[in-house]
């Protein structure tokens, strides 16, 4: 897996013109994000799947990944893939169209 | 050695020590058994070697509750009887299979599972197994590609063994059969009646007729029933002579607790993370191969704390994907490039900063989308049961109506182990699981008619329950030892006795016991 540094992985399109003064972090990981899966029609089909049928705080969810992503990009990934593990364990489950996914895997689709 | 029925004096009496009815897995079973102690036994076998329109006819009946196999095809009259059309699918019952369980009505065995235990291995002979061993460690040995999954939560792996080709009873005897000074085989000779003495207490004689006329009587100390789960309750009804209900139905009893083992195939798909490693185990196929299969199963803490029946599922690559165009676009698509996309995210951070550099974009991996089909335990249910028919065979006997109905535990039992098996391959990395199963039955539906996306339920070609074996006369038509309760010298022998049906194939545990039995008439009946 590569280490690289985080800038090294977004574009500097993203990273330049998205980025709001406000919330610069979640705006940088929201762009990441979009860089990464976002240019998937599957993944946005899930996640428009499941914010027809979920109340889903986008800004929320970000947020709650930021931990991780300030220290960086492998940080992030292992966080997500714990919070899925622990949603299946835990039986935190979406149903999309019949689809078992973990919470946070749904959360992830939803949010580009 | 093997008589025809023509060949017996018309309207003579035969006297042997033990008439078995029925030469099937359990009836050639005892007979072989029994023949070590030099007995002699009679085998009334109703058809002949071979599968025979006019003989296959006289198994012929109604069908009115949930739709089942035509019974002519499902209860094979010949030597041999059901083994002619089994697959060899061997697995014995867990421990909690023979548990009194509170939820589940009307189980509990009069013993436990190691009781059988040195039965099990002694039917392992006879079925042509290996040794009477289902770690994976001794079945999956030097069969890497057979690997277990790394399953997490509360669902396991457990593995069925086979021999093949599947042992066919009494023709891979025949040799032995034929030489035997003790055992006579009787073909085209069917029981059209067993005959009680005037206090209903004891089997005098049995009635038999072969299709073309011919009638002869068999006397012996003790009679073995043994004809399958719908042919032994209608032999045991149409007696009804002198117990006008029935032998051994004082309790409204026999025929009822009619279970299968109810099969739902196709029902829920499983995406397989990564196609390349996916182990063979828990594809059907794999008997044919690596004579051993695993399913997936409910442990046991999950049957305890969801209150479901024990089941399996197993996992083909699926037929459906590749046969319906329109699915490619589907969410079977969608969930292969979801897969793709999100579920390797380690490699994809690496890719998506090498795509910004080289322009090029890693080609997605293959998928495996796998079909998932459920084997598993029926709920004991007395309002499912063989009747007799208003019809007659050609013998004069009444056909079987056979009445099989599921409850709504049936139901949740798939449910649920589904969304567990799917909980277990997200945890575990492993995959996703699409379900495909309407949920939310109540247990205390009665009559459950499987419509829907249940459509297709079938069976496996196993009838159990018919004659349930209970110590309490009242809750049982055998008791312990598989003896007719309030009847001296008639016992039961197949899967017609098991009081619960487990998920695994009912063949091996009916040896079992039929080897069980031998050993208790040889002990404590033909002293």
């Known amino acids: 897996m590569c280490a690289a540094p985080l800038g090294s992985l977004i574009p500097t399109t993203f990273s330049s013109t998205l980025i709001q003064p406000n919330a610069p972090q979640v705006v940088e990981l929201e762009s990441m994000l979009q860089v990464l899966l976002g240019e998937s029609e599957e993944v946005r089909h899930l996640g428009a799947i499941y914010r027809n049928e979920n109340s889903f705080d986008k800004q929320r969810f970000l947020r709650s990944l930021l931990p991780a992503f300030k220290v960086g990009p492998e940080s992030l990934l292992e966080e997500l893939l714990e919070r899925m593990t622990r949603d299946f364990e835990r039986d935190n489950l979406a149903v999309i169209e019949g689809w078992v996914l973990s919470k946070t895997e749904a959360e992830l689709c939803a949010s580009l | 050695m093997f008589v025809e029925a023509r060949e017996v004096e018309s309207n003579k009496e035969l006297s042997v020590d033990v008439c078995i009815i029925g030469g099937g897995a359990a009836g050639i079973t005892i007979a072989l058994e029994l023949e070590k102690e030099g007995r002699n036994i009679a085998v009334l076998e109703g058809g002949g070697l071979d599968v025979e329109g006019e003989s296959q006819n006289l198994s012929h009946g109604d069908i009115t509750g949930v739709p089942y196999f035509p019974l002519i095809a499902a209860c094979q009259r010949r030597l041999g009887g059901n ?135 068999v006397k012996a100390k003790v009679f073995v029933l043994a004809t399958g789960g719908i042919q032994n309750p209608r032999i045991l009804l149409a007696s009804n002579k002198v117990q006008k209900q029935g032998l051994g139905n004082q309790q409204d009893l026999v025929g009822r607790f009619f279970m299968e083992h109810p099969h739902i195939h196709r029902r829920g798909l499983v995406m397989a993370t990564d196609a390349q490693t996916y182990p063979a185990l828990y594809n059907t196929d794999s008997q044919y191969n690596h004579q051993v299969v695993g399913g997936i199963c409910p442990s046991e803490e999950l049957q305890r704390r969801e209150k479901i029946l024990n089941a399996s599922i197993t996992l083909n690559p699926t037929i459906r994907y590749s046969a319906h165009a329109e699915m490619s676009e589907g969410l079977v698509d969608t969930m292969s490039g979801y897969l793709s996309d999100l579920a390797d995210l380690p490699g994809k951070l690496y890719e998506k900063a090498k795509l910004k550099i080289t322009g090029k974009r890693t080609p997605r991996a293959p998928r495996l989308v796998l079909d998932v089909s459920t084997r598993q335990e029926q709920t004991p249910n007395p309002d499912s049961r063989v009747l007799l028919s208003t019809e007659k065979d050609a013998l004069g006997v009444p056909r079987a109506n056979l009445q099989w109905k599921l409850v709504g535990l049936d139901a949740r039992t798939a449910t649920t182990l589904h969304r567990n098996v799917a909980k277990s391959f997200g945890a575990a990395g492993i995959g996703r699981f699409k379900l495909e199963l309407e949920e939310n039955y109540p247990d205390d539906l009665s009559n459950w008619d499987p419509k829907g996306s249940y459509e297709g339920i079938e069976g496996g070609w196993h009838h159990m329950g018919t004659t349930r074996m209970h110590e309490d006369p009242k809750q049982g038509v055998v008791d312990g030892e598989c003896k007719v309760h309030g009847i001296n010298n008639l016992y039961v022998a197949g899967s017609s006795v098991f009081p619960t049906s487990s998920f695994a194939n009912p063949t091996l545990t009916l040896v079992a016991l039929a080897i069980r039995l031998s050993d208790h008439l040889q002990k404590a009946v033909l002293v």
């Open chain 2, 83 to 217: 083994t002619n059309m089994w697959g060899s699918w061997c697995r014995p019952f867990d421990e909690i299979d023979f548990e009194k369980r509170d939820w589940v009505p009307y189980s509990g065995w009069p013993f436990d599972r190691k009781h059988l235990d040195p039965y099990y291995s002694r039917a392992h002979k006879r079925l042509k197994l290996r040794d009477f061993n289902y770690e994976e460690s001794y079945l999956l040995e030097g069969k890497s590609e057979l690997r277990v999954l790394p399953l997490k939560g509360e669902v396991k792996t457990k593995l069925w063994q086979f021999h093949k080709p599947p042992v066919r009873f009494g023709h891979d005897q025949k040799e032995e059969l034929t030489k035997s000074s003790s055992i006579k085989i009787y073909l085209h000779s069917n029981v059209t009646e067993i005959e009680a003495d005037e206090t209903g207490e004891n089997i005098s004689r049995v009635h038999v007729a072969s299709v073309g006329g011919h009638k002869y009587f």
